[in-house]
């Protein structure tokens, strides 16, 4: 519509201001999750096969996925990897654990960066997207009381 093409256009503009006020980079954090299969062990093992000079190996084009699977969750700044977590297999993300995950961080910010969030100087702000689990009212919430402020994210 006609209102998210002028939201998203604001946003950008907002973001393209704080991308040139100086440390805007190095104090941001993104979040993204993403499914690992697990792989077939007995599926895996019938692909291989022994090749010998001058034949050609048979090529396995795609391989079997199985339904077994974990959600991942990575969250990261300009230095690299903040903090990661493996969810049980076949749990989704829901607001309460997003908020577990937002305390786990917390931690591993103070951790390894050595820094708090609610340092008026070097605090960090949050670049997630608009997944329901992100942005639930728990979740908000969460985010200020552990005083992590949340970047805008176009619709």
């Known amino acids: 519509s006609d209102a998210n093409k002028e939201l998203r256009i604001r946003i950008c503009n907002e973001l393209l201001v704080k ?14 999750e993403t499914w690992i299969y697990w792989r077939n062990e007995e599926t ?3 692909t291989k096969c022994w090749a010998g000079g001058g034949i050609s190996r ?3 084009v795609s391989r079997t996925l199985t ?8 969250f990261w700044d300009c230095k690299g990897v903040v903090f990661w977590c493996l969810l049980q ?3 989704t993300m829901t607001s309460e654990i997003y908020c577990t995950l937002l305390d786990e961080l917390k931690r591993n910010v103070q951790e390894k960066r050595r820094r708090s969030f609610d340092s008026e100087n070097h ?3 949050l670049l997630q997207d608009n997944a329901r689990p992100h942005t639930a009212r728990a ?3 969460k985010l200020q009381d552990i005083n992590l402020p949340s970047l805008p994210h176009p619709p």
Do not use: H, M, Y
Request: aromatic share 14%; glycine share 8%; charged share 10%.
């Open 67 to 74: 339904p077994e699977k974990s959600l991942a969750v990575f």
């Open 123 to 125: 605090g960090f702000q």
């Open 139 to 141: 979740t908000s919430q």
């Open 89 to 91: 297999q076949g749990q």
């Open 44 to 46: 895996f093992s019938q």
């Open 58 to 60: 048979t090529t396995n």
């Open 19 to 32: 991308f040139g006020i100086n440390n805007f980079l190095p104090r941001l954090i993104t979040v993204d």
